[in-house]
């Protein structure tokens, strides 16, 4: 248990339809991330929070739209997926450095495993 | 140009066998680096972390070198229980962390 906890597991979902991740974290830390992994690929960022203000938007297409109402929580809405979105979205937090130095540790959750028909 | 890149194996060894992974990375202002395991179907968990002076942590060595900009994993004595895809991990600015694609290994009896 990482203290990051993510639902659904499993997600299906048609191309028409509207549905939402979410995460949760219990660890007192104040950034939180999506990352997708598609197979055989790295990870990829999606979307930072630090203090709940976004801060890395990494070319994501508006079809994901996160929200973060407080440091615990972070969701990512989706709506009018594709069949390429079919991935494993990781929720990841980690402590915000106040530093100039990025040296935070990932604590991730176990992740949504979609498939998009 | 990726800017993690790692093997992606498998490396496929015998139980007792030491095995060395390698990365490189393409931004020369990186200055954090990680080692994550994760394991099939499960999310990366942090192994360990890079330092400039080399770490180890029980049977597990890392080390970083700047001027060739790569870093390595070095594991001792191979358990089962090992065998996992290890995810190479550099800082490519402020709050954001790039992963490689990863090496698998795989331990066998």
């Known amino acids: 248990e990482t203290g990051v906890t993510q639902t659904p597991r499993h997600l299906v979902m048609g191309m028409t339809n509207k549905k939402s991740l979410k995460c949760e974290q219990h660890?007192?830390?104040?950034?939180m991330y999506w990352y997708k992994q598609s197979a055989k690929k790295p990870l990829e960022l999606m979307f930072v929070?630090?203090?709940?203000?976004?801060?890395e938007n990494n070319s994501v297409p508006s079809r994901f739209s996160p929200e973060c109402p407080n440091s615990s929580h972070l969701f990512l809405h989706l709506h009018t997926l594709q069949p390429e979105d079919s991935a494993l979205y990781l929720c990841?937090?980690?402590?915000?450095?106040?530093?100039?130095?990025?040296?935070?540790?990932?604590?991730f959750g176990s992740g949504t495993q979609l498939s998009v028909l | 140009r990726k800017e993690v890149e790692q093997d992606p194996g498998p490396f496929n060894v015998p139980e007792g066998a030491t095995v060395a992974f390698n990365c490189t990375y393409s931004?020369?202002?990186?200055?954090?680096f990680f080692w994550y395991r994760q394991d099939c179907r499960k999310e990366p968990k942090l192994l360990m972390s890079?330092?400039?002076s080399g770490n180890e942590d029980g049977r597990f060595t890392a080390q970083l070198n700047r001027a060739s900009q790569y870093i390595s994993l070095l594991i001792r004595d191979s358990k089962l229980s090992d065998s996992a895809t290890y995810l190479c991990v550099g800082s490519g600015g402020y709050n954001k962390l790039i992963f490689g694609a990863g090496t698998r290994l795989a331990v066998h009896p």
């Open positions: 990841a937090s980690s402590q915000y450095s106040t530093g100039t130095v990025s040296n935070e540790k990932l604590f």
């Open positions: 660890l007192g830390h104040n950034a």
């Open positions: 931004n020369s202002a990186s200055q954090s």
């Open positions: 929070y630090n203090f709940k203000e976004q801060t």
């Open positions: 890079v330092y400039s």
